[in-house]
């Protein structure tokens, strides 16, 4: 008898769950979802993102259609706060915004209006390893004439890895960056660096542009000074690994901290709120995307690297960052506050 019920019971929980499955399935069915771009056009993170909107609605149940929009300002704060604060929480806008402004309220932007720990992280195509670089030009010629020699570099706003990671390198390795912000992306720097407005970029993505530097390298335009990651890139044994510079247990901590964010690649984020069946949705057809053979041929033919790393993953990295001991994290609030 007992069994009779447990049976009934199963069959109805299971009955009655099916209408609020099936409605997931089709919540997206003949909406559109918009994916912000927290940067100019033309960047790395302009590049990933056009390119997973091009594939990813055929991985999304109900087949949506995917229209990008570029929302740029202060390193993608902007969008990220609009995310946060304004923007709809039902699963049909998403964003890509800077793998460090996970960490700007940690550090102490109060202009950061959000929460990371409870975002919606739903993956990123990519891990990420960053160069910098400077003009042939430039009096710099290797990283160690960066302890007593000045390099101008361009960068965007807060929470920008081109604004950040140079000033946290002043502060702990005694490097002479000068950083000029308030480039709207990437290819906005990349220009300046053309134009001679600046010296160099230290936070160039090696994922992106990979023929357009090669290039300046081999015209003598452009040198590699470091790699900036937690681990060298396969493809560059031989270029310093920032995290070798470091000379104490604390300088270590530091930069590991500094740049765990690389692990984080060019992360693509939902609201707080989404519903949680709806981030599953978009996580899982995100990871089906990076399996598509039409989307890896598209991202080969641009040179994007993809090496996906999940929502979970993301969320992890995050959740770690906010345990590290208070005077390793107050190292980088006074270096960004500078």
């Keep these: ?14 009955l009655g769950a099916m209408p609020l499955a099936h409605a997931e399935d089709n919540f997206y069915e003949g909406k559109t979802v918009q994916l912000l771009i927290g940067y100019s056009a033309g960047g790395g993170y302009d590049s990933y993102a056009r390119t997973l909107a091009r594939h990813v609605g055929k991985h999304i149940p109900g087949n949506p259609d995917v229209i990008t929009k570029n929302v740029p300002g202060a390193g993608s704060l902007v969008l990220m706060n609009q995310l946060a604060n304004t923007l709809p929480k039902d699963g049909t806008v998403f964003g890509t915004v800077s793998r460090g402004l996970a960490f700007e309220p940690l550090f102490g932007n109060d202009k950061a209006r959000f929460d990371p720990t409870k975002t919606s992280w739903l993956g990123s ?42 000033r946290v390198l002043n502060e702990v390795l005694g490097f002479q960056f000068e950083v000029i912000a308030g480039y709207p ?4 720097i990349q220009l300046a660096l053309e134009r001679d407005e600046v010296q160099g970029i230290c936070s160039w993505s090696y994922s992106s542009s990979k023929e357009q530097r090669q290039t300046a390298i081999e ?88 090496d996906f790393v999940s929502g979970e993953e993301i969320q992890e990295i995050v959740t770690e960052a906010y345990n590290y001991p208070e005077d390793v994290i107050d190292i980088i ?3 960004i506050s500078n």
């Design 125 to 166: 195509l990519n891990n990420e390893t960053s160069l910098c670089v400077a003009s042939t030009n430039a009096k710099v010629q290797k990283w160690q004439d960066l302890r007593d020699t000045k390099l101008v570099v361009g960068a965007t706003g807060s929470g920008g890895d081109s604004n950040v990671f140079p």
């Design 219 to 306: 015209q003598g335009t452009l040198r590699n000074l470091f790699q900036m990651s937690l681990r060298k890139h396969p493809d560059l044994p031989n270029l310093p690994l920032v995290t070798d510079f470091a000379e104490t247990q604390k300088e270590r901590e530091v930069l590991r901290l500094m740049f765990a964010r690389q692990a984080m690649g060019r992360p693509f984020v939902a609201p707080a709120g989404v519903p949680n069946e709806r981030v599953a949705i978009l996580r899982k057809a995100i990871l089906d995307t990076t399996k598509d053979s039409d989307f890896l041929a598209d991202a080969q033919k641009q040179g994007l690297d993809i």
């Design 333 to 335: 609030k006074k270096a």
């Design 185 to 188: 992306g990437s290819n906005d």
């Design 1 to 14: 008898m007992l069994a009779t019920k447990l049976i009934t019971l199963a069959a109805w929980i299971t």
